[in-house]
C-alpha cells in the first residue's frame, strides 16, 4: 500500500494535482484507491464529477448530540467507526472519504483522531491512499496521518508562493511524521510575468503542470476530469512523472 499526500496553498493546483494522480492510478489499473479530501474547503469530489460522501465531522456532530440513544451494543467510539465506514463513497476503482468543516471557531484535534486511526484500520483495503490535504500547512502539524510514501508540495511560478510552499515543507522537516520522499510541482495555470531574478527553489521541482484549458473550462462549467482525454497536457504530464516515481519507489 502507497500514501500519497498533497500540500500547498489554496489556488496553487493541490486539488487538480490530487484528482490527476487519481486518475493516472485508476486509467493504470492501480487499484483500489481511497481518496481522502481532508480539506475543509473540500472540492476534490467536484473535481473528481461524483457525488460528495457524508463528511466525517458532520458524522461526529450528529453522533455527539445523540447521547442515550445510540443502538444497544454500542458505544459511541463503535457507532462513530461505523457511520464513518457507511459515509465512504464507493465509485469505479476508488473510493472517498470527506473530512468536512466544523461550524464555528472549533478545532479539529477529535475529528483529525478519528480520521488517522480509521485510516490505519483501512490502509490494508486498498493499493493506495491520495489524501488531498488542508491549503497551507496547518493540517501537517495536525498530523492527520502517520505516514506518507510520497507527498507532493504544490506553488506557482513565482517567489511568494514558493515561499509559502518552502514553509510547508519545513514543517514537515520538523516534525515526527515519517515521509519518505518530497517533491515539489509547479503550475503554470497563473504563471506570472517573467522576473528579472528568478526564483530559487528550496527543492528542485519534480516537474511543472503545464497550462491545460481543457481542466480550466470543466472548472468553469463545474464538471468533472474523470473523462478527460487521453491527450490532456496536464494529465500526461502528471502521468509520465507519477508512473516513473512509483516504479522507482
Known amino acids: 500500500m502507497i500514501k500519497i499526500g498533497i500540500a500547498g496553498k ?41 457525488k460528495a ?17 445510540l443502538p444497544a451494543g454500542m458505544d459511541k467510539i463503535q457507532y462513530l467507526e461505523f457511520r464513518i465506514r457507511e459515509a465512504i463513497s464507493e465509485n469505479k ?37 491520495v489524501m488531498d490535504s488542508e491549503a497551507g500547512f496547518e493540517h501537517i502539524s495536525r498530523r492527520t496521518t502517520r505516514s506518507l510514501d510520497i507527498l507532493f508540495i504544490t506553488a506557482l511560478c513565482n517567489k511568494i508562493s514558493l515561499r509559502s510552499a518552502e514553509k510547508i515543507y519545513q514543517m514537515s522537516k520538523n516534525i515526527e511524521l515519517d515521509i519518505k520522499n518530497t ?3 509547479l503550475n503554470e495555470f497563473r504563471k506570472s510575468s517573467p522576473e528579472e531574478n528568478p526564483p530559487s527553489y528550496f527543492l528542485n521541482p519534480c516537474f511543472t503542470m503545464p497550462f491545460d484549458s481543457e481542466i480550466l473550462h470543466r472548472s468553469y462549467e463545474g464538471k468533472g476530469i ?24
Open 183 to 185: 517533491y515539489l510541482v
Open 10 to 50: 489554496g489556488g496553487t493546483g493541490k486539488t487538480t494535482l490530487s484528482a490527476l494522480i487519481i486518475l493516472t492510478l485508476l486509467r493504470g489499473g492501480k487499484t483500489p484507491i481511497l481518496a481522502v479530501d481532508a480539506d475543509p474547503d473540500s472540492n476534490l469530489n467536484e473535481t473528481l464529477g461524483i
Open 53 to 69: 460522501p457524508e463528511d466525517l465531522v458532520s458524522i461526529v456532530n450528529n453522533v455527539e448530540k445523540m447521547k442515550h440513544t
Open 93 to 129: 476503482g476508488f473510493d472517498m472519504l470527506l473530512m468536512g468543516r466544523t461550524e464555528g471557531p472549533g478545532c479539529y484535534c477529535y475529528a483529525n483522531n478519528l480520521l488517522r486511526d480509521l485510516l490505519d484500520k483501512l490502509e490494508k483495503n486498498y493499493s493506495f491512499i
Open 226 to 249: 474523470l473523462d478527460i482525454p487521453d491527450q490532456s497536457l496536464a494529465y500526461n504530464t502528471v502521468q509520465e512523472k507519477l508512473l516513473s516515481l512509483l516504479n522507482m519507489s
